[in-house]
């Protein structure tokens, strides 16, 4: 389901998913204390490329200026927000939220049950074109309204007064309230954006803000600008921060410099870094619901690697010919997670044990490196297709804003298949993100490394991308049982977490055994951080990272 592939276009939300984020000392002298207010300085690794919540391509920190009906905390959790109260009906299709009364924007606006129902509708307007208008689906009328069968005034959301919001569901949505918190379904005031018509969100100053900070000195294409906090914010109190700015740095070398002329106060390291920082006492790790997966194509043009592709022995094979360990060790990074299936560690846990979904999904023997067994698997393909040899081309978008591991990565996948399954013949197709992205979106390619970052912390963010319905299941895969069984936790069981959760660890685990995609690597970024940063709260899906509660001792 979720957004964000590893071809994102940087923005508002997605500029530190390969950036760092930092927090500037104050100094140590109560003379010092009195006259530097506590400030956060973040490297960026691109421009913003807007701060329209109805059109932005990612989330990761817009919740730090735009708050929705609640927010996210710590592990995922879902606090309240800009509503005060919060009261679902017996059959998990209706949600009442009560705004609070002291919910102001930060032009002193009140916050209104309207400017939910305004934000909504403009969100999933055809012509607005949202790239994550998807996200309203289960909404009553939603997807109809995208496709442009019915008016965005259908909606299933109404203001039955200045303070409550009545939300309408097609059926329950176990995760809804994890959902709300995303900034997507935050308000927008109506005033502001047809004041300012085109220009909105092109511009700090061409739109208010809701959450904890608001934006300054941005122009639209600036290398620099600053988040301030928010005295209109209805918990200023909370906000312990006065001011974050952000500086667009080239490469993470340049990154460490700063941080170690004492001009940035954490930093993230690439790879290369890592093996030179990982005993240090300032060096952090923190996880990402981004997992890295091979996709193949199963309506490819050529009709030998269609049959290829399309035979489970093959897809196994090559699972088996790649050694996640040395993979994360020697390619990624010493503190890179490997996947037990599509869904991401630290996502979700069991309703009822509180086990972790990565481990629910496992299935022994998968996912695991074994030469006697691509052997088998690759003798089996063969016979079965008739295709003894093969020449494979290997998609990869690299840029400055994509896995920096990326050419490693696709050039380790070569030389084992090479190696371990003779008569395999790689060619690597790597270019910048959006020329490989417009080759996957028309399904011009064989294999390609692609990936997912989950949108909330829920398992069917992951799973929904590999249903058949999916524009993100770029390799066409298709499987009429998986598809009933995501089905089955969106609809019939949607209001029995222990069911739902069982239909999605089935899901998951038949994803494993086909090999539908295979996962390689689940992102974990590493850190250089000051000791003296505290109440920074960071999230594996979502709202990455969270300043409300930061700052400096």
Known sequence: MAKKNWLKVVSLGTVTLLSAVVLAACGSSKSSDADKKQVLNLPASAQLDTIDISKSTGYGQTGNVFESLFRLGKNGKAEAGLASKTKVSADGKTYTFTIRKNAKWSNGDPITAQDFVYSWQRTVTPKTASPYAYLFEGIKNASDIVNGKKDPSTLGIKATDKHTVVVSLDQPIAYFKVLMAYPLFGPQNQKVVEKYGSKYGTNAKYTVYSGPFKISKWNGTANNWTFVKNNDYWDKKAVKLDKITYNVVSDSTSSLDLYQTGKLDMTQLDATQVANYASESDYKTY????????????????????????????????????????????????????????????????????????????????????????????????????????????????????????????????????????????????????????????????????????????????????????????????????????????????????????????????????????????????????????????????????YKNAYIK
């Open 287 to 546: 996880a990402y619901s981004y997992v890295s997966y091979l996709a193949y194509n199963y309506q490819d043009k050529n009709t030998n690697l269609a049959k290829l592709f399309n035979n489970k022995d093959f897809r196994q094979g090559v699972s088996a010919a790649l050694d996640r360990k040395q993979l994360a060790k020697k390619v990624v990074g010493v503190n890179t997670i490997i996947p037990t299936g599509f869904v991401s560690t630290s996502l979700a846990s069991n309703p009822t044990t509180g086990k972790d979904f990565s481990k629910d999904q496992k299935v022994a023997g998968a996912n695991t490196f074994n030469k006697a067994l691509v052997t088998k698997k690759w003798a089996a393909a063969q016979k079965a297709t008739g295709v003894k040899s093969a020449k494979i081309t290997l998609l990869a978008g690299s840029d400055n804003n994509s896995d920096p591991a990326t050419k490693e990565v696709v050039q380790y996948i070569k030389a084992q298949l090479e190696k371990l399954m003779p008569g395999l013949s790689i060619t690597i197709k790597t270019m910048p993100t959006q020329s490989a992205k417009q080759l996957q979106d028309s399904g011009d390619f064989d294999l390609t490394l692609s990936g997912w970052g989950a949108d909330f912390n829920d398992p069917i963010s992951f799973l929904q991308v590999l249903t058949n319905s999916s524009s993100y299941n770029k390799g066409k895969y298709n499987s009429a049982k998986y598809n009933a069984l995501v089905q089955k936790a969106s609809t019939t069981d949607a209001n029995d977490p222990a069911k739902r959760w069982d239909d999605m660890v089935q899901a998951s685990q038949l994803l494993t055994t086909d090999q539908a995609v295979t996962p390689l690597y689940q992102s974990v970024y590493s850190w250089l951080q000051k000791s003296d940063v505290k109440g920074l709260v960071h999230n594996t899906a979502g709202t990455q990272w969270s």
